[in-house]
Every structure is written in structure tokens, then in C-alpha cells.
């Protein structure tokens, strides 16, 4: 049985929410953070790559256009999820191309992830499912994972996972004794959720028509995303 609490029963105060994507914040866990937000915690928000990847045939939204805008979405989604004032980092590493490990490349992105983690010292991170079924949910997963060993850091974590049960292999699932899955009850957070997924405007849809090669958030993804408990799977 999963086992599902209350947001104010995490006594983390300073937490790092790790984004794969600009969109993931509020897909994966916009309903926590808002209450995070509501109880006055830290909160910093790391962008890991651009996003520009999304629409590559648009003939209008060239990649860097694409990039600028899903970062001013995602602002606007933090404001939607009461975290106006909140620190972000946006990454800026190229979406579906992360740097592999071992490059230069990665190794300044774990050089400036590692100095985050340094600085913020947190004692939760929010981050994607490990074996996540998007290259750059693994890599992200990976190279803050990287760096909060490199910082000698072992803070609690809790892994959401945006597309394991919609495509995720059986080998993507967690293991026996590795994960126990729990839920966040978000109840009053799940309109300012759902505001935050609609500021994504170039992921729902709305802003891009001229591409229909291009990715889209289905209906049936955010309705699946946006309930009113979030899981997460904790490490054991």
C-alpha cells in the first residue's frame, strides 16, 4: 500500500528541485512545492537542459527562439506555483544532447552543479525517476546524483517519474527492495498546478501549429500528472 501524507509532514528546509525539462517542475512536482512554498521553505529550482529540442521542424521557432521561450514559461509557471522569489538556475545544457560523461562538456556542468549543491546545502532534492523512459531524465538524475557525491552530500530524495507508467519497459520500473513509493496529498495546490502546466504554452499546443512532427503534452498525460495525490518513489 502506498502510503500517502501530508506536504507539512517533510521537514526539509531547503530543497532543490531538479527539471529535466522546463515543465517538469510543475508536471512532477508543482503540487508540493506550491505547498513547500506555502510553508516558507527554500526552494531552488535547476532547469538541467533548454528545451529547445521540442519543435526541431518548426520553420518560425528556430531552436534558440524555442529555448528563450521555455524559459520564460517556466518563470511563469514558478509564479503560478508561488515561487516568484524563489533562486532558479537555468542550465541552458542542449535538450536530448546532454553532454556525456566524462566530456568537457559535463564536466563544467558538474563543476557548476556541484557548486549549487555546495551553496544550498539542501536536505531534500525533488529529482526524476532514475530510469525514467527520456535520455534526459536519466542524465539529469545522473549528473546531480554526480554532484552531490562530488560535494560529499547525502541529502534525502524523492524521484517522480513523468513517463514510466505511460512507456517505461519493465527493466524501467523499480526493482524489489529498491523504492518505496509515496504520495503527497496536494488538495488545495491543484489549481495553481494545473495554471503552471498551462503556462508551458509551447508544450500544450498552444503556441507552435507549424510542426506536426513536434512533441505535445496529450490530454490524457496532464490529466494523468495533475490528480490530487503526487507520487514519488524514495529510496530504501
Known amino acids: 500500500m502506498t502510503e500517502v501524507l501530508a506536504p507539512h509532514a517533510l521537514d526539509a528546509r531547503r530543497v532543490i528541485v531538479v527539471a529535466p525539462h522546463p515543465d517538469d517542475e510543475a508536471l512532477g512536482c508543482g503540487g508540493l512545492v506550491w505547498h513547500l512554498a506555502r510553508l516558507r521553505r527554500r526552494v531552488h529550482v535547476l532547469f538541467v537542459t533548454d528545451g529547445g529540442a521540442s519543435h526541431l521542424h518548426s520553420p518560425t521557432w528556430p531552436r534558440a527562439r524555442l529555448a528563450a521561450t521555455r524559459e520564460a514559461e517556466a518563470e511563469a509557471a514558478l509564479r503560478e506555483l508561488g515561487l516568484d522569489a524563489a533562486a532558479r538556475t537555468f542550465l541552458r545544457l542542449p535538450d536530448a544532447d546532454m553532454p556525456l560523461p566524462g566530456s568537457p562538456g559535463d564536466a563544467a556542468a558538474l563543476r557548476g552543479v556541484t557548486a549549487l549543491m555546495r551553496e544550498v546545502a539542501p536536505d531534500l532534492v525533488l529529482l526524476p525517476w532514475r530510469r525514467d523512459p527520456h535520455r534526459d531524465h536519466r542524465d539529469a538524475w545522473s549528473l546531480v546524483t554526480r554532484a552531490l557525491s562530488e560535494a560529499g552530500m547525502a541529502p534525502a530524495t524523492l524521484e517522480y517519474a513523468i513517463w514510466l507508467d505511460e512507456i517505461g ?19 488545495d495546490a491543484l489549481p495553481a ?6 503556462a508551458h504554452r509551447s508544450q500544450c499546443g498552444a503556441l507552435i501549429h507549424d510542426d506536426p512532427t513536434a512533441f505535445s503534452l496529450t490530454e490524457a498525460t496532464i490529466e494523468r500528472l495533475t490528480g490530487p495525490v503526487e507520487f514519488y518513489w524514495r529510496p530504501l
Do not use: C, Q, W, Y
Not at 519493465?170 to 488538495?187: L, N, Q, S, T
Not at 498546478?193 to 498551462?198: C, L, P, Q, S
Open 169 to 187: 519497459a519493465a527493466d524501467d520500473h523499480p526493482r524489489p527492495g529498491e523504492m518505496e513509493r509515496v504520495g503527497f496529498a496536494i488538495g
Open 193 to 198: 498546478k494545473r495554471r503552471a502546466v498551462a
